[in-house]
């Protein structure tokens, strides 16, 4: 096998594996380039169709296009899907900075969410190679009764053995392309032919390489418009993955915090 198969057969195992082992278990869609490759092989995990729910927490805050592309490929793809909206930016944290302020909505949302609906499993997709605090997470990732993310006691992984034990009350965070790279991601959408939002091709000079809230989030300055040049544009670039994300740019540890508050 190639990097490709290799990466695609353990992302499977992964998905079998939370499925197996756990009762109430739900996908959650950020719109994004990760997530919509996490969806393309949980179909393939389980034959063509998702045998749990997909999951948006919606800050109402996302951009058009992403909003007709969640509501295209929810069908064309037959998504199980749930949309939560999230409360207001008073219900957050008032000493995080305005951008992660902003953000954290989303954690808030989706405790209400996990309170509703009483998931003991959340599949979500994110990769090391993103963020420093996101490095340090595991495949299978326990959460406290209030979803807090503790880094320093988290389950060790050897030879593909995940742990899914929680006690009453928390939830475990499965992460399927933990793994992968943003290279990865787009050589493999490309490879599979995934449907791509626009916004991550460039237009007038600028591209989208995250996307998020279109309050919080800015394009980079790019020529890359075919996923041939984002690849090779990938290649050389020294610009951070998530440069464009305002949160990223304030204060030193507001990005941990709102991870260890349960963000994703």
Known sequence: MDRLDELEAQSIFIFREAF?????????????KDSNVMIWLARKAFFGRLPFPVMHVDTGRKFPEMYEFRDRY?????LDLIVEECPALETTDATLPPAARSAARKTEGLK??????????????IRRDEEATRAKERF???RGTNGAWDVKDQPPEFWDQYNTVRAPGTHVRVHPILHWTEVDIWTYTRRENIPVIPLYFSRNGERYRSLGDKDITKPVPSDASTLDEIILELATTRTSERSGRAMDHEAEDSFERLRAAGYL
């Open 20 to 32: 197996a082992q756990m009762k109430k278990v739900s996908l959650l869609w950020s719109l994004g």
């Open 140 to 142: 299978f990732s326990p």
């Open 74 to 78: 929810a069908k064309a793809w037959d």
């Open 112 to 125: 209400l969410a996990l309170a509703k609906h009483g998931f003991d499993g959340l599949i979500a997709g």
